[in-house]
């Protein structure tokens, strides 16, 4: 997969309020793939936080 296939992943994974698989993927984007955080990746998991009631988190 390419860092635009994570974005897409991650964005799924918020529509659907999926916080843990969410996050599994963006630490295998950099740990498992070498590739870059896009800014986009960041905020899909900050939208996922958010929405999860974990703004903490989120900032």
Known sequence: ???ATFVCVL???S???LLEVAY???CSITVNYG???LEDH???M???LGCSGQ???AD
């Open 1 to 3: 997969p390419d860092q």
């Open 11 to 13: 964005a799924a994974c």
């Open 15 to 17: 529509h659907a309020g």
């Open 24 to 26: 599994e993927n963006f």
């Open 35 to 37: 590739l870059s955080l």
């Open 42 to 44: 960041c905020r899909c």
């Open 46 to 48: 900050v939208d996922l």
């Open 55 to 57: 703004q903490e988190e």
